[in-house]
């Protein structure tokens, strides 16, 4: 069994007066936070708060673009170029990371959110293009990936740091894509659920899938997504149960 795992989460994806998720009691729990942009979700205030509350933590801080659509929370494909996606993303990342200097924080790496995290995990061409953004805007920042899919091959074709991430509370499929929102199998919800399948993955390297016999993937971070109302919860109970059986909870990078 692995001796260590990162845990994160989708933080700061609140908007003006609109709330999403309990960011203070989820950053108590997580190592590592992907802080909304400003485009599926957040705004100046709320990456700033964010991101004061990852530093008193001491959690690390990595940069989360999605699609600029707040009415969809990025979970819808918005038809684009590959090269308007990538000056997409580094306008995200460079708002980030210019609060982050307000804040005295570094933004550590990437990670795509929802419909163009899983547009890059299957498209060759948008996963080069986000690659390319990251290298070109910081020599030293890293990407987080869905794990065994195209952005993980493509920041290692490109030698471009690149960890790999599995989901706590999401179904996948025997491509290793995680199984669609609208679908059956979708979300876990009971978070003992989760971390048995977590501990059982720590053991094996095995992800059950909801098509076929379970697929092998590598992680070096687990996912808890932060904008259900049981998300701190269930944070807590993997992560009780995981350092219970001898694993510690450590970020995959230092801040």
């Given at each position: 069994m692995s001796l260590k795992i990162d845990l994160n989460s989708d933080l700061?994806?609140?908007?003006?007066?609109w709330q999403m998720g309990n960011d203070p009691d989820m950053l108590k729990v997580v190592?590592?936070?992907?802080?909304?942009?400003g485009g599926h979700a957040s705004d100046p205030e709320t990456m700033f708060k964010t991101l004061e509350l990852a530093k008193q933590n001491n959690v690390v801080v990595g940069a989360h673009p999605g699609y600029n659509?707040?009415?969809?929370?990025?979970?819808?494909?918005?038809?684009?170029?590959p090269v308007e996606i990538g000056r997409m993303v580094a306008v995200q990342i460079g708002s980030l990371t210019a609060i982050a200097a307000l804040v005295g924080v570094k933004v550590s790496y990437v990670k795509p959110h929802g419909a163009l995290g899983n547009l890059a995990a299957r498209d060759k061409d948008v996963?080069?293009?986000?690659?390319?953004v990251v290298a070109e805007i910081d020599k030293e920042l890293s990407v987080l990936a869905i794990s065994g899919n195209e952005l993980e091959h493509a920041a290692r074709a490109a030698g471009v740091p690149v960890y790999s991430e599995i989901f706590a509370d999401r179904g996948y499929l025997s491509s290793?894509?995680?199984?669609?929102?609208?679908?059956?199998?979708?979300?876990?919800e009971d978070a003992n659920e989760?971390?048995?399948r977590l501990l059982a993955f720590m053991k094996d390297g095995l992800m059950p899938v909801i098509d076929g016999d379970p697929i092998r993937l590598n992680a070096q971070s687990i996912c808890v997504h932060g904008d259900s109302p049981t998300a701190v919860s269930m944070a807590q109970t993997i992560r009780q149960k995981l350092t219970a059986e001898g694993i510690s909870i450590q970020p995959f990078l230092t801040s």
């Open positions: 700061g994806e609140s908007f003006g007066p190592t590592s936070a992907n802080v909304a942009c659509d707040k009415e969809g929370f990025g979970r819808r494909v918005i038809p684009m170029q996963a080069a293009e986000i690659v390319r290793g894509q995680l199984v669609p929102r609208d679908k059956n199998g979708a979300m876990i989760a971390a048995d």
